[in-house]
């Protein structure tokens, strides 16, 4: 079997090429939105009396999924805010590095093939999607076989029971069937032979966001009573290296526990959390919730797998939403063990990477200290590679030397860094602190400046190929700082942030009007000036699609096969055929649609959207034109029946206005509903029966994927 052709960017996936006009406006409708929500809330409980009140009952990392009501006092605002979108000035601009990636985009999306990112490199392989999908059911079938055809509504029923339990049924959502991808191992021995893979499983329950938060409080409490080195970050390793006394006489130890996630297994959760209870108290609900979140199964073309082992349905993914507060849990229970044998400050550890420091000890001791921690970890069923007596280690992105008590940055072979380039479409604050903020990043890691311009050249020519004329320096007062600082108590501020997506293309300056629109509208000595002004409602530019996610959506849409010709005549039910309301397209389903009404009175439109067949919301339309207890349903209904009243004659024209994909819990994304509020925005004024507080609205088409909502199917 041939290898699968490589394709090199010679660039970071994560550059931004300039977004299209209607993408554009379409992510600062979601912005938009997403402020005015939050603004609602904050004006609701602010008028009530309630200052601190956040919106009605907040869980932990579950946020209400209601609209907020509208509040009078923000009517302007909010309509100003639609004026802002709809009067978006745009220029053209371009550049040789936007050039490129416009180009690579173009043929990104137009190619056939599935591009599989590699696992540890910026490769990409054109794979044809049957081999993919070949290669991908070898890889699911070595370790998974298929699940019991009742599995997933058990699980689904437990997560409600949860979730009622917790008062999260309103807002958490059913286990999303995400299908499982792939990506290369090319930095593997024999690739081009065996086509090494990792199999990624992204479906994960949303109980996992609570486990998230349980976890994270076991371990935070664990850490303070046990005083153990578990470590969070390379600074932390440093201060732990530099409080070591007489590095000349001391020697490493460093190991690492292979495949640390999936080698977890139920039985060492368990003791893991027996081990906590002893020093914090855990509820035997809270243990119910932690075990549920594990409980994991895998999608791939409508077919539902489990794992072959012993374990069934336990699992720990490496996308699940508590995935790394697992792995503390598991490491605090390691460090447990292995501080009994090394000493309390001689061993720490960073995820499944372990250091422990040994003084003036012999070959012979240092052996059997060795064989104690594989013992030690082996009797959690966990294996591990361990290098002993060892004066200098690469650890994480360090260099640590006892020999010399130096530290110095590291990086893996065949690993050089590489930055968004100068002229991607970032925010013009995150492209302008790339050097600087590698300056602070080697200058922290260096423990002296000669070492700082050591390393420094690999990084300078990596700034370089991004565009970039500055070099980075080191900072000599930085280190200073670091000895003598002070941890702040930074006031905590309730500040609400307008995030609207950054576009070189822009000529309007919309953070500047933004904020001149706040300041017009609620002006000192205002009602709302208190809870709405420039220390509390603040804008900082977001980032739009990259090239990362370009070619995920790409990889998407050739597997579920919309590569095909979808332009199939949806076709119609009517009993005569010429009366069709849509020209023999009555059973088109998500579209959003436009109602043209003609009178005496003039043209009028009307903007709706079903997620289900257009014939059925005719019906409805319908009903509520012939039953007046309906009259109020629609802004369409209430003018129907303003001209029925006054006995005006009146024609109405239907046609499809756009088709776009309604709400699911895989992409959490409604473009059904988005385009709706596009096109009402781009309406005409004068003939426009909807109106613009429809901005802000709930997305009817994710009730159905609730917890509260879910029953199991019928066998």
């Known amino acids: ?18 977004p299209s006009q209607e993408s554009y406006k379409a992510k600062l409708v979601d912005m938009v939105e997403s402020l005015l929500k939050r603004m609602r809330w904050k004006a609701f409980f602010f008028l009530r009396g309630d200052v601190n009140q956040d919106p009605p009952e907040e869980k932990p990392a579950f946020k209400t999924r209601r609209c907020p009501p509208q509040v009078p006092e923000l009517k302007n605002f909010e309509s100003d805010m639609a004026d802002l979108i709809e009067r978006i000035k745009f220029r053209p601009t371009t550049n040789g590095f936007q050039a490129t990636l416009k180009q690579d985009a173009k043929r990104i999306r137009q190619t056939k093939e599935v591009l599989v990112p590699a696992d540890k490199t910026r490769n990409l392989y054109a794979v044809d999607r049957d081999r993919y999908n070949k290669i991908l059911n070898e890889n699911i079938t070595k370790h ?48 081009q032979d065996k086509l090494p893979c990792r199999l990624i499983n992204p479906a994960k329950s949303e109980i996992g966001k609570l486990s998230k938060s349980l976890l ?7 850490k303070a009573k046990l005083s153990l080195n578990q470590w969070h970050s390379t600074a932390e390793v440093l201060q732990w290296f530099t409080s070591i006394g007489q590095k000349e006489k ?65 699992d720990v993914t490496m996308g699940c939403y508590d995935g790394a507060e697992v792995c503390e849990l598991v490491g605090i229970f390691a460090l447990s063990q292995l501080t009994k044998h090394l000493g309390m400050s001689s061993v720490g550890l960073y995820r499944d990477d372990g250091l422990a420091v040994s003084r003036n000890s ?58 968004i380039h100068s002229k991607s479409n970032h925010p013009p604050n995150i492209i302008r602190d790339i050097p600087a903020s590698i300056s602070r990043r080697i200058t922290d890691l260096s423990c002296d400046e000669e070492s ?9 020519r990596a700034l370089k190929a991004s565009g970039y004329k500055e070099e980075i320096s080191h900072l000599h007062e930085r280190k200073e700082q670091q000895a003598t600082k002070r941890r702040r108590k930074n006031r905590k501020r309730q500040i609400i942030w307008f995030n609207p997506p950054y576009n070189d293309n822009v000529r309007t300056d919309v953070a500047r009007t933004f904020l001149r629109i706040l300041a017009r509208n609620f002006p000192k000595g205002s009602k709302l000036h208190k809870i709405f002004n420039a220390s509390t409602v603040k804008v900082s530019y977001s980032c739009t699609q990259n090239i990362a996610s370009i070619i995920k959506s790409h990889n998407q849409r050739i597997l579920r096969g ?5 332009d199939k005549h949806p076709g119609c039910n009517c009993r005569v055929r010429d009366s069709c309301p849509l020209s023999g397209n009555c059973l088109e389903a998500s579209i959003v649609y436009k109602a043209t009404v003609a009178s005496a009175r003039g043209e009028k439109e009307y903007i709706g959207l079903t997620e289900h067949s257009f014939k059925e919301r005719f019906n409805s339309h319908q009903s509520s034109f012939r039953h007046e207890k ?40 409604c473009y059904l509903c988005r385009a709706e509020k596009m096109a009402i925005l781009h309406a005409d004024k004068h003939k426009a029966l909807n109106k613009r507080s429809e901005l802000v609205s709930k997305c009817r088409h994710e009730n159905k994927f609730y917890l509260k909502n879910f029953f199991p199917s019928v066998p």
């Open 1 to 18: 079997m041939d290898p699968p052709k490589r394709t090199d960017l010679n660039y970071s996936t994560k550059n931004i090429p300039t």
């Open 144 to 191: 998974y076989k298929l699940a019991p055809e009742r599995t997933y509504d058990q699980i689904n029923a437990d997560a409600k029971r949860i979730a009622e339990r917790h008062g999260i049924a309103d807002r958490a959502e059913c286990m999303a069937k995400t299908e499982a991808f792939l990506s290369m191992k090319d930095h593997k021995e024999n690739f």
């Open 216 to 222: 994270a409080n076991i371990t935070r409490h664990l």
């Open 250 to 314: 001391c020697t490493f130890t460093v190991f690492d526990i292979c495949e640390f996630y999936p080698s977890i297994s139920e039985e060492l959760l368990q003791e893991s959390l027996e081990f906590a209870a002893r020093h914090v108290e855990i509820p035997t609900q809270h243990v119910e919730t932690i075990m549920h979140s594990r409980q994991s199964l895998l999608f791939d073309q409508s077919r539902t797998w489990m794992k072959k082992d012993g374990n069934g349905l336990f």
């Open 362 to 419: 012999s070959g012979s001791e240092a052996d059997r200290s060795r064989k104690e921690i594989i013992r030690i970890f082996n009797n959690m069923g966990l294996k591990i590679t361990i290098q002993a007596n060892v004066r200098t280690v690469n650890y994480l992105d360090v260099t640590l030397d006892l020999q010399t008590g130096k530290h110095y940055p590291y990086r893996k072979p065949n690993n050089d860094p590489v930055y």
């Open 452 to 460: 700082f311009h050591t390393a420094a050249p690999i990084y300078n």
């Open 562 to 566: 919309a590569t095909q010709q979808q």
């Open 630 to 669: 309906y009259r109020h349903n629609t802004e369409l209904s209430k003018y129907v029946w303003a001209l029925k009243d006054d006995a005006v004659p009146f024609t109405i024209g239907w046609r499809v206005h756009q088709r776009a994909q309604a709400y699911n819990n895989k992409s959490r994304k």
